[in-house]
Structure formats: structure tokens, C-alpha cells
């Protein structure tokens, strides 16, 4: 069974610039979770999707925004790009809500420049 | 807000040698996760643990979910090259469908 898939791997933005993330759970899980991960303040939380809709978000600003499609496949966007936005931004994914078992994909390193 | 803190925050061993390492918290878990991570990769699910006192392994791998419901163990066995890696403890936030994680533990064994 494939893995979760993230899509870029790499992003180099500029300031001001907004980017979107994409990401395919693993086939038959319903759940979207992503996180942001920095050497500075480690893995947070960010927000998570289930039957497409947004059921919990973490401490973020406005600027970061997500969303799930029908197929389960989801989407993060950060607008007006920060230097402090360059992480690797994590999806993961599990069967349903409730389920604390997460896979993560392998990430997209984001670089704001 | 609850928080997860691990010990030790790194560790330099041999090939072979047994490690061992611990997540305490000042709240209650009633699920207990252990990750690894390697250089690019996202985090890798070793093993879940959902009760108390619960001792499960993974190959080399053990884990505990302490009694107490605030601790968990990990320790690795005969330790070999590939263990290398940063491991995470994680735990669901209560009330929420969301995951908190220790700082991590970066484990290098030297040849």
C-alpha cells in the first residue's frame, strides 16, 4: 500500500509570495493531519481534516489555511509568506477521526527567502 | 497547554549497545506514540501504546506506557547502524484531535 504523498519536496518562495502544499493520505484513510516543523519549536500542530471539514487548528495565524477534497486529498496554503514560514511542513494521515495512529509523508522543506 | 518532555535530548553509543530513553509530562496521556525520524524524512510510526502499564515491542524496539499515565519508555536492544535518527514521543491533546510532541531524542552510534 502507497504511503502518504506530499508534493513539492522542495519550495524556495519569496517574502509577500503565497504557496500551496499538497498532500494524498494513504489509500482508505479519511484523516488529514499537518504540521509544521522547525529546529527552533519542533513539530506543531497546524490543523486537521476529516469528510472535509476543518475539525481542530492549532495556534497559526490567519495567513495558514487548509482544506479536503472528496477523494480525501488535502491542501495547505500560507499566504503573504514570512521569513519564519521555512519549515518542512508535514502531512499525515489516519484511518478516521479519532484515530491517533498518524503516517506521515515525507514532507515539503519550504525555504522563504 | 500539555507538553512532552524527553530525555535525554541526545546520545553517543556503540554499535551493540542497548539504549534506553523516556517522555515524561506534568498531564495524563491515555495514548502513548513513539515516532523516528531520519535526515528528510517525515516521522515514522514505531509503536502505539493505549494502556497503562502496557508493554509492547517492535522487533528491537519496547516500549511501556508507565503507570502513572505521565511517563513512557523506549528502548532499543543490540543497537545497529540504521537506529540512527531523531525519536519522538507524541500524545493526543485531551479534548482534541491533534498530536503534541516531544523535543526529540537524537541518537548517533559511532562505528
Known amino acids: 500500500k502507497a504511503g502518504v504523498t506530499q508534493t513539492p519536496r522542495y519550495l524556495i518562495k519569496t517574502r509577500g509570495q503565497q504557496v500551496t502544499l499538497s498532500c494524498s493520505p494513504i489509500?482508505?484513510?479519511?484523516?488529514v493531519s499537518w504540521y509544521q516543523q522547525t529546529p527552533g519549536q519542533g513539530l506543531q500542530f497546524l490543523f486537521e481534516?476529516?469528510?472535509?471539514?476543518?475539525?481542530n487548528k492549532g495556534n497559526f495565524p490567519g495567513r495558514f489555511s487548509g482544506r479536503q477534497f472528496s477523494n480525501s486529498r488535502s491542501e495547505m496554503n500560507v499566504s503573504t509568506l514570512e521569513l519564519g514560514d521555512s519549515a518542512l511542513y508535514l502531512c499525515?494521515?489516519?484511518?478516521?477521526?479519532?484515530?491517533?495512529?498518524?503516517?506521515f509523508g515525507p514532507g515539503t522543506r519550504l525555504t522563504v527567502t | 497547554g500539555q507538553q512532552l518532555n524527553q530525555s535525554p535530548q541526545s546520545m553517543f553509543i556503540q554499535e551493540g549497545e542497548d539504549v534506553s530513553m523516556n517522555c515524561t509530562s506534568s498531564?495524563?496521556?491515555?495514548?502513548w506514540l513513539w515516532y523516528k525520524q531520519d535526515p528528510g524524512e517525515g516521522p515514522v510510526l514505531l509503536i502505539a501504546?493505549?494502556?497503562?502499564?502496557e508493554l509492547t515491542s517492535n522487533g528491537r524496539l519496547t516500549a511501556q506506557f508507565g503507570i502513572t499515565r505521565k511517563d513512557s519508555f523506549l528502548n532499543i536492544s543490540a543497537s545497529i547502524p540504521s537506529d540512527v535518527g531523531i525519536y519522538f514521543c507524541?500524545?493526543?491533546?485531551?479534548?482534541?484531535?491533534?498530536?503534541?510532541f516531544g523535543q526529540g531524542t537524537r541518537l548517533t552510534i559511532n562505528p
Open positions: 499525515a494521515s489516519s484511518l478516521t477521526a479519532g484515530d491517533y495512529e498518524q503516517y
Open positions: 489509500s482508505g484513510h479519511r484523516s
Open positions: 481534516y476529516f469528510s472535509e471539514t476543518q475539525r
Open positions: 498531564s495524563i496521556f491515555n495514548t
Open positions: 501504546l493505549y494502556k497503562a502499564g
Open positions: 507524541a500524545g493526543p491533546v485531551q479534548g482534541a484531535q491533534k498530536l503534541v
